[in-house]
């Protein structure tokens, strides 16, 4: 798929922004704080409905007003579509050619969006949430039984977790019927995330190594359930459900299944967390969202969008020129940098430049 355009109406440091997008490569350049990173966001906003930053949508419409509006024209392999997000104090209304759509589910697969942001080694660095967050995320855009299943589940998790919070004996069977229920939910979710996951190791390793020139990089779901013996999760997940119920009870909480689950980063068998350096770590993420671009355009037989915030700055040049091989026409690129002369002559030439000064888009030279 292809943005062909972009409106936002005070969105973040942006009063009015149009722009007609290259089919290909774009290249937004601009000082620190002018809004290259928000214009990245404003597409990801459009696909997810959300922001990958951690914040709130409020925190999206511009300090001087009260509702935000971001629109794009996208092309698809069968239609066209015009998205369009109005955010205002109250709330969020999501529309796909003029009409509202209520659920997310529906929504989610409209614009399949793959972003490198400087704020990704948090994933790797960080706790369990993000990386189960990221996993949820990236599924449910290829997927949208997979985030209704999500979807139920978390209301069964908190349905169980309120009743576990009662301060009256508790009831087995009723526990009994709601383990059932989640284990069902669990199963699908925790399969989908493995089936992504070896998706994942089929790349990571070969796009690692070819910009890095260093073996062994792979993911590894770590899950609370045993997973070694795939025809019989289902049946150890409920008996482990079974066996921690008394324990859930006194702890008043759900422990177990994929709402505590996790995946690590492994370089030769060691957790890249534990010892991998900045730069090893900015590849490792980089090599994991290009993985993604050959999953995603393998599904649904559309390519995704790629947008890469400030992917340059801080590699080496080797390492530069190893990344160049991966931006492609099949896959519309936006780039953004703080300097031009960061990025390879070939790309600069057949790009279309942009340059940003405080939330104003000027033609590029
Ligand atoms: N809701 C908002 N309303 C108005 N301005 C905002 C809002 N949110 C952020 N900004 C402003 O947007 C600017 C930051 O933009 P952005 O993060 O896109 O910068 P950038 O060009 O990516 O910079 P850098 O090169 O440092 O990453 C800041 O000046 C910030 O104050
Ligand atoms: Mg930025």
């Given at each position: 798929m292809i943005i062909d355009k972009i409106k936002l109406k005070n969105y973040r440091n942006y009063d009015n922004l149009e722009l007609k997008l290259n089919h290909k490569l774009n290249i937004i350049i601009g000082d620190n704080a002018q809004g290259k990173t928000n214009l990245l966001e404003s597409i990801y906003v459009l696909s997810i409905?959300?922001?990958?930053?951690?914040?709130?949508?409020?925190?999206?419409?511009?300090?001087?007003?009260?509702f935000s509006i971001l629109e794009a024209n996208v092309i698809g392999k069968d239609n066209n579509k015009k998205l369009k997000i109005i955010i205002n104090s109250k709330g969020k209304q999501v529309l796909v050619n003029d009409k509202e759509i209520k659920k997310l589910s529906d929504y989610i697969t409209n614009l399949r969006v793959i972003i490198f942001s400087p704020d990704n080694i948090r994933m790797i660095k960080d706790g369990p949430s993000v990386r189960r967050k990221f996993l949820n995320v990236e599924i449910s855009q290829i997927s949208s039984r997979y985030i209704k299943t999500l979807m139920d589940y978390n209301n069964l998790i908190n349905q169980k977790n309120e009743y576990l919070k009662l301060p009256s004996n508790k009831n087995y069977d009723y526990l009994d019927i709601l383990n059932d229920k989640l284990c069902d939910l669990a199963i699908y979710i925790i399969k989908y995330r493995l089936k992504f996951i070896d998706n994942i190791n089929k790349y990571i390793n070969d796009i690692f190594f070819e910009i890095t020139n260093i073996n062994g990089l792979r993911l590894k779901y770590v899950s609370n359930v045993e997973l070694d013996d795939e025809e019989l999760i289902k049946e150890k997940f409920r008996d482990k459900l079974d066996k921690f119920l008394d324990k859930e009870i006194n702890y008043k909480m759900s422990l177990i299944g994929p709402h505590r689950d996790d995946f690590i980063f492994e370089l030769n068998d060691k957790n890249l967390s534990l010892y991998g350096s900045q730069g090893q770590l900015r590849c490792a993420i980089l090599a994991l969202k290009l993985s993604e671009v050959k999953i995603f355009s393998n599904i649904g037989n559309d390519y995704p969008i790629l947008l890469l915030d400030d992917i340059f700055s801080e590699l080496d040049i080797k390492k530069k020129n190893n990344l160049i091989k991966y931006i492609n026409d099949d896959v519309q690129t936006i780039i953004t940098t703080t300097d031009i002369n960061l990025i390879d002559d070939e790309l600069v030439k057949k790009a279309s430049i942009f340059e940003i000064k405080d939330g104003k888009l000027f033609p590029g030279k």
């Open positions: 409905t959300k922001s990958y930053l951690h914040v709130n949508d409020k925190n999206l419409i511009n300090f001087d007003d009260n």
